[in-house]
């Protein structure tokens, strides 16, 4: 898909304002109504579960090597890489919130929450709600054998990422940024086992399996 190029997904990211607008005005109803459909708390230390698939290797390469905590211990809870994940009842992460710093009252939480098809980056700040504020907002759907997700971060960045699924599993990720030259084509390599072994852009290995 040329994304540059695609009328469809210019409208889509126009239409995204008036959303941006709703859900900043909306917010904090926005965030307790997600709370509401957390089925199970994990936590961990460091990114260990993702909204988006992949979305920490591509299109950065960050490494994603974080644990799930069976215990949380006091020193776990005041690490700054301390994340708490919240899933509904179909074991997807719809509530992801980091800290911006450990003083968490004075510089508040990066918190991303999941509200139907859209997902929303905020950042909260539980003892002042009056400080609240939504950074970006994404438009996560599915348009036949594609998954598409168009993000507006205003007044002036947009990213586009569109995944090619084939049986359950993306085989191509196509993205497109506001300060891109051109579009980048991420190919998912799989194994034999089904299991990603490398994503490649051409003939350059992007990430691989150690």
């Given at each position: 898909?040329?994304i540059?190029?695609d ?11 008036n959303k941006f607008?709703?859900y ?13 459909k957390?089925?199970?708390?994990e936590y961990?230390l460091?990114?260990a579960k ?13 490494k ?6 069976k ?5 776990n809870?005041?690490?700054?890489n301390?994340?708490?994940y919240?899933?509904?009842n ?13 003083d ?14 859209y ?7 539980s003892?002042?709600?009056?400080k ?15 998954i ?8 002036y ?26 579009q ?6 799989y194994?034999g086992?089904?299991?990603l072994?490398k ?12």
């Open positions: 898909m040329n540059i190029d009328e469809s997904l210019k409208k889509e990211r126009d239409e995204l304002y607008v709703f900043s005005n909306n917010l904090l109803s926005a965030y307790e109504a997600c709370k509401s957390i089925c199970l708390w961990s460091g990114i993702e909204i988006i698939p992949y979305e920490g290797i591509i299109p950065t390469n960050m994603n090597n974080g644990r799930i905590l215990k949380i211990t006091k020193s809870f005041e690490s700054k301390f994340i708490v919240g899933l509904d179909n074991g997807k992460v719809i509530f992801f919130q980091r800290r911006a710093d450990k968490i009252e004075k510089y508040g939480e990066n918190i991303r929450i999941v509200d139907d098809e997902i929303l980056s905020t950042h909260i700040y003892s002042n709600p009056e609240n504020r939504l950074s970006s907002i994404c438009h996560s759907y599915k348009k036949g054998d594609v598409c997700y168009i993000s507006i971060a205003p007044p960045n947009w990213f586009v990422r569109i995944d090619k699924v084939i049986n359950d599993k993306i085989v191509k990720s196509s993205m497109f940024a506001t300060s891109w030259f051109k980048i084509d991420y190919d998912f390599i194994d086992t089904g299991e072994s994503i490649v852009i051409g003939d350059f290995i992007h990430w691989q399996r150690n």
